[in-house]
């Protein structure tokens, strides 16, 4: 999943050097933007419930 938000993190910013300009760039950065804040957030979430957490740690 993240390479994939990569892979597409990539293709919009060539796009904005190139000074391609349209709506559907601006959607397409927009769902990669939203992708990356999904990743963000699930990865975040893992990172507390990993069983080495602090916050594990002290719930046992």
Known sequence: MQ???GAATIAT???GLLGTKNEDVERAILKVQSALGI???VQSLANTLNKDSILM???K
């Open 3 to 5: 390479g994939l938000a």
């Open 13 to 15: 910013g060539v796009m």
């Open 39 to 41: 990743l963000n957030g």
């Open 57 to 59: 740690l002290k719930l």
